[in-house]
């Protein structure tokens, strides 16, 4: 079992940057691959960026050269930073972690780009 808990979300102006990060707890972090999703009011999650245990990664293109996903499995922890912001990218932001059939969910974020 993981539990993640994420945190760094807030209110940011067009243009700014916020770090998210997502901690878990459990056994066995490095072996999960893990990312970032995101749900705006009246739309589906979709999924930004992944890290696997080999820390490739891959991004949405709606993300690609502005959010950068990294893991650091000493402290078990994973992290989004996010530039360029824009109102678009106004939602709520999930962590999530996979393994084989096993996939679980923080209790996610808000990130609100606002002027």
């Known amino acids: 079992q993981v539990q993640l808990v994420e945190s760094g979300g807030g209110l940011v102006q067009p243009g700014g940057s916020l770090r998210l990060s997502c901690a878990a707890s459990g056994s066995g972090f490095s072996t999960y691959t893990m990312g970032w999703y995101r749900q705006a009011p009246g739309k589906q999650r979709e999924l930004l960026a992944a890290i696997t245990s080999g820390s490739s990664t891959n991004y949405a293109d709606s993300v690609k050269g502005r959010f950068t996903i990294s893991r650091n499995n000493a402290k078990n922890t994973i992290y989004l930073q996010m530039d360029s912001l824009k109102p678009d990218d106004t939602a709520v932001y999930y962590c999530?972690?996979?393994?084989?059939?096993?996939?679980?969910w923080g209790q996610g974020t808000q990130v609100t780009v606002s002027s």
């Open positions: 999530n972690a996979q393994r084989f059939a096993e996939n679980y």
